[in-house]
């Protein structure tokens, strides 16, 4: 198969057997099939609800000019009343943004013959490994652009922290993590490869059955044999 990349990652040139920002070298037999990171703006409007926040805070600063200028106020001293908030409303829309450019930058995901890899952390950079045999089912939320998210269900013997991988896990699923690929270009190319990786793993996995030879047809127990007899 192919090797599939959504975004240019330094040191992930075409034939490497290296996850990029993991300094180990894939163990012998497995392949990279696909590495890439999250769009960060795709990521803050999704995750981060920056649009959702955006709308909020306009709509926080025309209730106070409306007040204001209810009290008897001018439009422009109704305006610089709205200043502290304004900046306040900006400074807050900035660092969200930032943080979702950081965690873009700092994320890689990845997808070998063998499992699924998760690095991310902006501050601390953990590394989660998601084996196939651990991986119960993959879903694909399709958004604007070609974009998506694949969140990934696992089995019930698998566990994870929801906070040691937010944002990259799916909304609400608090009791049953679910790692999430989020904000992914071409997700649903993303989706192909992985769901084509899963497939052969689970081939390769069913023992293999050798054939059986027919069994001989039984002979009646008052059978008797047929001798010929001189004449």
């Known amino acids: 198969m192919k090797p599939l990349r959504t975004r240019i990652i330094p040191g992930a040139g075409p034939g490497t057997q290296h996850i990029a920002g993991i300094q180990e070298p894939l163990p012998p037999g497995e392949r990279l099939l696909w590495q890439g990171a999250p ?26 000019m409306a007040a204001s200028m209810r009290d008897g106020a001018t439009l422009a001293h109704a305006l610089r009343n709205a200043l502290p908030l304004a900046l306040l409303a900006a400074g807050a829309l900035g660092l969200l943004a930032f943080y979702a ?45 070609g974009h998506g998210d694949l969140p990934i269900a696992l089995r019930d013997d698998v566990r994870l922290a929801w906070l040691h991988l937010w944002p990259h896990a799916r909304p609400w699923r608090l009791a ?8 992914v270009p071409r997700a649903e190319e ?41 004449a």
């Open 39 to 64: 769009d960060w703006r795709v990521l803050a409007v999704t995750a981060l609800h920056l649009r959702k926040l955006g709308l909020y805070f306009g709509a926080l600063l025309l209730l106070h």
């Open 190 to 230: 993303v989706a192909k490869v992985l769901a084509a990786a899963l497939q052969a793993a689970a081939d390769d996995a069913q023992p293999a059955v050798s054939p059986v030879a027919p069994a001989a047809a039984p002979q009646p127990r008052n059978a008797l044999a047929s001798t010929p007899v001189a």
């Open 176 to 183: 049953r993590t679910q790692p999430m690929l989020r904000a």
């Open 101 to 145: 450019w950081a965690s873009a930058r700092t994320t890689i995901y990845a997808v070998t013959t063998r499992r699924v890899v998760l690095r991310v952390g902006v501050a601390l950079p953990i590394t989660v490994n998601l084996p196939f045999t651990g991986i119960e089912s993959v879903a694909l939320r399709r958004r604007d652009g």
